[in-house]
């Protein structure tokens, strides 16, 4: 079965950036469909992006023109590039995989989630 971690958060100042990877074990990610999430504190987990198997990309308005997803299968890794962070973009993020990435935006509807990894973006 599918097994996903989620490394690369950490502190940065608003304008910055980070990149966020979710490595996969237990099975390629040739065929599968991996989204991003966030949650804050007090918020409903949000779907942010979704790379399909295909390598189609998908975004929320929320992140479009600044986040950026991609994969690369002979690492077995997705990746999230996020610039221009603002204060808001603080949140735990997870990564999680589906058939497909027509759901993104309903996070219930993926499985196999990551432990998460904390995303500070402050002053």
């Known amino acids: 079965q599918l097994q996903l971690v989620e490394s690369g958060g950490g502190l940065v100042q608003p304008g910055g950036s980070l990149r966020l990877s979710c490595a996969a074990s237990?099975?390629?990610?040739?065929?599968?469909?991996i989204g991003w999430f966030r949650q804050a504190p007090g918020k409903e987990r949000e779907g942010l992006s979704c790379i399909s198997s295909s390598g189609t990309t998908n975004y929320a308005d929320s992140v479009k023109g600044r986040f950026t997803i991609s994969r690369d299968n002979a690492k077995n890794t997705v990746y999230l590039q996020m610039n221009s962070l603002k204060p808001e973009d603080t949140a735990v993020y997870y990564c999680?995989?589906?058939?497909?990435?027509?759901?993104?935006?309903?996070?219930?509807?993926?499985?196999?989630w990551g432990q998460g990894t904390q995303v500070t973006v402050s002053s």
């Open positions: 237990g099975l390629t990610l040739d065929y599968t469909a």
């Open positions: 999680a995989g589906n058939r497909g990435c027509s759901t993104y935006e309903l996070p219930f509807t993926f499985g196999s």
